[in-house]
């Protein structure tokens, strides 16, 4: 028996990220600005080597700011923290012994409220989403001086009542709750963050909120200083504009136009907001079968989606079995994955002699730690259950595997290939995946509050996320690969290697690949 091959397959995969709400954090690649390159260089260089700009913190946060943001906090019933101000804070250097301070950093000081604040999503339906007076996010106000800064700042934090989701309904009846900003805060714990000392720990509420004024103001100085407001705020318009406000729009975009032939696309990072506009989309509503998980993710908004062509697949989903792919892992292993990570369905192929398939999406931790987990249960999942043991399977995943992993903390991409392959299945890279096939290339700035993260210009490459992460896997003995390709640019096919992205017109961090596969059959 020799094998012939017939019906082919398009299938597509795209994390699509979550939405990012710093439009200054990640390197983009913005050749139309010019500006864009030259303010990224003078942040770069005001944080390296700032010499006799590296002032006072009461220089940026000035006493009198202090006084009225202390005064603020012991009205709301928390401690004073002016011992904390004049022995610790007032005299630091604005960039050397406070952006720079580690230590700050691993209290969580700065960045946990920054966190907390600065995207706030509420139940109002007239302002569904508010953002602390920030240069890190998509407010959208005058950051022009410290003063006004301040103002608008000391206003949000106190001033301003928010419809928030009830965390205790058991407590409270209704489903809705009023809160002030300053009250979304969370104690600092020293079982969780040990460098954070018991006192500190004590006073947390309070200093973090001094920190996180402290952290504001010497971004607002510093953006004021390397630039002027007449730059750098138009700028940063014109950023949120493309990256953020019209993310999703873009997104659908490319999908309507270089993806609207595929058979099945798998999405994973995807928001509630995605989903619903998804829906109304008439081309794609009209093209494709749009399956979300049964339990949406609605706390950290991501999730993992499959498209289905309704011509290939006119029944759309047969039946969601992500159940029974988590009641596979292993009793005694903790795998890391949350709600959304992961959706699971069945479908018949009507265009292939009633193909029955199993087709899954899977975003991967961080790390990539979950991906042979999840992989493990899928594959147990589909071998034990007398329904899905004779299913074919597609499996789309941003499997966050690595070129080059120095210690057993993140997942190698060419081992992920090694077990993959032990269960008889292929990629659309071939058999071996190849450590250099890049699908992410992305690396952070320094207006993000992790210093520790940030990469020079020069370094985006050598010290960036730049590695082979997306995958779609299926059974080698079922089918072969046709073509493979991927996309950085909205335009299928055209990736542009050794260049940072998201960009202005590709508003992803990770590209989209796609693949066409025929079918192997006995003759």
């Known amino acids: 028996m020799m094998n012939i091959y017939t019906k082919a397959l398009r299938i597509a995969s795209w994390n699509i990220a979550a939405i990012n709400n710093n439009p200054f954090e990640y390197w983009i690649t913005y050749k139309e600005n010019p500006a864009y390159e030259q303010l990224m260089n003078n942040v770069e260089r ?176 510093m953006m004021n ?39 099945i696309v798998t999405l994973t990072e995807v928001s509630t907001a995605f989903i619903n506009q998804a829906k109304l989309d008439k081309v794609l509503h009209a093209t494709f079968h749009i399956v979300a998980p049964k339990e949406i993710d609605s706390v950290r908004d991501q999730n993992s989606v499959i498209f289905l062509n309704r011509k290939t697949f006119p029944g759309g989903s047969l039946g969601e079995i992500t159940d029974q792919v988590t009641n596979s892992f292993p009793e005694d292993v903790k795998v890391p994955v949350s709600k959304g990570d992961i959706l699971a369905i069945k479908a018949v192929n009507v265009l292939d002699n009633n193909l029955q398939l199993v087709v899954a999406a899977f975003h991967g931790d961080t790390n990539g730690l979950a991906t042979v987990p999840v992989l493990d249960a899928v594959v147990k999942a589909m071998k034990t259950s007398p329904e899905l043991s004779d299913h074919g399977l597609i499996f789309g995943l941003d499997a966050n595997t690595y070129e080059n992993t120095p210690n057993a903390k993140k997942q190698n991409v060419m081992d992920f290939g090694t077990h993959y392959q032990k269960y008889g299945l292929a990629s659309c890279w071939g058999d071996d995946p190849q450590p250099s096939n890049y699908t992410t290339y992305n690396a952070r700035t320094y207006l993000q509050p992790q210093l520790n993260k940030a990469c020079r210009s020069d370094e985006k490459r050598s010290k960036g996320d730049v590695n082979p992460k997306d995958f779609i896997l299926f059974i080698k003995a079922d089918y072969k690969v046709v073509e493979t390709t991927k996309d950085n640019t909205g335009t299928k ?31």
């Open 46 to 221: 005001f944080i390296e080597n700032p010499g006799h700009k590296d002032v006072k913190v009461d220089n940026v946060f000035t006493e009198e700011m202090f006084t009225q943001l202390d005064q603020r906090l012991t009205n709301v019933g928390w401690k004073s923290v002016r011992n904390y101000w004049e022995d610790e804070y007032k005299d630091r250097q604005i960039i050397e012994t406070f952006m720079k301070d580690s230590l700050l950093g691993s209290k969580r000081l700065a960045s946990m409220p920054d966190r907390m604040t600065n995207t706030i999503n509420t139940e109002d339906m007239e302002e569904p989403i508010v953002f602390r007076p920030t240069v890190i996010n998509m407010y959208d106000g005058d950051l022009s001086t410290q003063d006004i800064w301040y103002n608008k700042w000391e206003t949000f934090m106190f001033d301003t009542t928010l419809k928030m989701k009830n965390d205790n309904p058991d407590e409270i009846d209704n489903d809705v709750q009023d809160k002030k900003v300053y009250e979304l805060l969370q104690p600092i714990l020293k079982a969780k963050y040990p460098d954070i000392t018991e006192q500190e720990s004590e006073d947390s509420l309070p200093l973090q909120t001094l920190c996180l004024a402290i952290f504001d103001a010497i971004l607002v100085h």
């Open 225 to 263: 200083t390397v630039s002027t407001p007449e730059s750098w705020q138009p700028l940063k318009t014109e950023i949120v504009d493309a990256l953020n406000k019209k993310k999703i729009p873009r997104t659908l975009e490319i999908l309507a136009t270089e993806y609207i032939d595929s058979d």
């Open 493 to 523: 096919g055209n990736y542009i290697e050794d260049m940072a992205f998201p960009t202005l017109t590709f508003p992803s961090d990770h590209g989209v690949i796609s693949t066409i596969i025929e079918r192997s059959v006995g003759s």
